[in-house]
């Protein structure tokens, strides 16, 4: 723990605790003939720290796995702290499998980009840090379709094209793709 004291030898002055807990300070005061002292004692309480963990992806129907992380110094009260997870913004609903634990799941309602936060609070001090989750579309795999007719042991590619389920007409007529190479094994 460190204290910052601005002017010890002034009358007035201001200290800076780096953590929460409880202090006692003392003040000493002497004229070179006499000295006294007086002591106080300060509760000094911090908002709690939180992380909601890194950024991450998955494809629906998946859900994701939240690890968040919150401290806090135990004032006002031990463990007082409580965690929440909430969507702060996306194009559809997401379900929290506790939204109050620090390490859930989350499974959401639609493809999109999702902001999630997590809240921390001791009932005095709320700290809060969010994170991204992209929910990508499922199915967007790429397949092949190939047309070949063989004769004589020739080859003739007469149509290819390539498929992506999850596309309109209009997406999938824009994966048309060149055969570079066929293998024919009899």
């Given at each position: ?75 006002p009260s031990p463990g007082a702290m409580s965690t929440t997870w909430t969507k ?10 506790d939204v109050h634990a620090l390490t859930t799941s989350a499974s959401f309602s639609a493809p999109g980009t999702y902001s999630l936060r ?69």
């Open positions: 723990m460190v204290i910052g004291v601005g002017d010890a030898s002034a009358a007035n002055t201001t200290a800076d605790f780096s953590s929460g807990g409880v202090y006692v300070l003392q003040l000493s005061a002497s004229d070179s003939a006499l000295a006294g002292t007086d002591t106080v004692t300060l509760t000094v309480n911090k908002a709690p720290s939180v992380n909601a963990g890194a950024d991450q992806a998955i494809t629906l129907p998946d859900a994701v796995n939240l690890s968040g992380f919150a401290s806090d110094d135990g004032i702060t913004s996306g194009p559809g609903t997401v379900t929290f499998g997590l809240n921390a609070s001791d009932t005095v001090f709320t700290r809060s840090d969010a994170m991204t989750v992209t929910a990508n579309a499922p199915g967007t795999t790429p397949s092949a379709d190939v047309k070949a007719t063989i004769t004589d042991g020739k080859s003739v590619v007469t149509d290819g094209i390539c498929h992506r389920s999850g596309l309109d007409q209009q997406q999938r007529d824009g994966y048309r793709f060149a055969v570079r190479q066929f293998v024919f094994r009899y």
